[in-house]
């Protein structure tokens, strides 16, 4: 993919800038060196007519050609420069037009600190991207004026409540950054940084999957596992809102000594869950998860065990009560 990132464009508009300079510079001294020269003061009044006397302005010689000549080439230099240098930063601003979606990730500054909103709901508090992908970042606060930047990507972004900048980077080789704060916004400003990890595109991908794991055990009153007689079902809170449908389903034989490890679902959010039992033995369980990070919850099923005695999970009905 021949993307060019704002390091490459930074680069060139910096090497661009430094070898005109450097070409004009020479010019110049080397000319002013030379006339130094050829106009030394050797004693000799001499006869050569070319000699500018004081109080007389210089005409340049030949009609002034030296003189238009001299502004002629300087015009064009700074015109052109001023061109292509407003064309890279256009550049710079809106990123590359590619065809294929850009990674878009939402950042929010506080004090002191920043998240990472993901396009499929996951929250993080470390910037993890693929590598040679353009990331388009839109960056707001949650409190204070902010800064988000991140020194080695070259890209920079305002962090303003209420509003939404957006800026983009890529970066060419996997390894680490560190976003930083650059708006003094009190006293944890300094050390107001996240880590960014640029990481192979497999690997980005299995972030994002481990990130949206989620753990459930069963466990009854005496802290025994459960292992039969549930169910477990899982709905997004929001599930209208998405083209596939966001409810999941689970019975016992989906679990293993009373844990089930779900990895199915890419979609984070909030998520309602519920735990019915397939025989009343136990008291339904009904939950709002907040499924943006690996989620490890344990539920105790309220009605399994028998006041006074232990009872095994295969025992008879533990809501009759009382002592056999
Ligand atoms: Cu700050």
Known sequence: MEVQTRVDVFEDIFLVFLGLGTIVGVVVISYTLYNAYKYRDTGDPGDDEDLPSVGELPTGGKG?????????????????????????????????????????????????????????????????????????????????WHSFGINGLRAKADAIPGEQDETWFMAEETGEHTVECFELCGFG???????????????????????????????????????????????????????????????????????????????????????????????????SVEFVEPVDETYTLEGLVEETEETDDESDDADDGGDN
Do not use: C
């Not at 061109?83 to 294929?100: A, F, I």
């Not at 940084?193 to 640029?198: D, I, K, L, S």
């Not at 016992?252 to 033995?281: K, V």
């Open 64 to 144: 002034g050609k030296k003189l238009f000549l001299s502004f002629g080439l300087s015009a064009i230099i700074v015109i052109s420069l001023v061109v292509w240098t407003y064309g890279m930063l256009l550049y710079v601003e809106d990123g590359p037009d590619e065809p294929e979606e850009a990674i878009e990730i939402d950042v929010e500054g506080f004090a002191f600190g920043w998240n990472f909103y993901y396009e499929n709901g996951v929250e993080s508090d470390e910037l993890v991207v693929p590598v040679d992908e353009p990331v388009r970042v839109q960056v707001t606060s949650d409190d204070v």
């Open 189 to 287: 400003h300094s050390g107001m940084n996240a880590p960014v990890e640029v990481v192979e595109q497999d690997r980005y991908d299995e972030w994002l999957d481990e990130m949206l794991t989620m753990n459930i055990t069963l466990e009854d009153e005496n802290g025994d596992r459960v292992t039969e007689g549930f169910e477990l079902s899982l709905e997004h809170q929001e599930n209208d809102q998405y083209e596939e449908d966001l409810s999941f389903s689970y019975d016992e034989a989906d679990f293993e000594n009373g844990t089930i490890s779900i990895t199915e679902i890419e979609q984070g959010g909030d998520y309602d869950l519920e735990i019915t039992p397939t025989d009343d033995q136990f008291e339904p369980v009904e939950d």
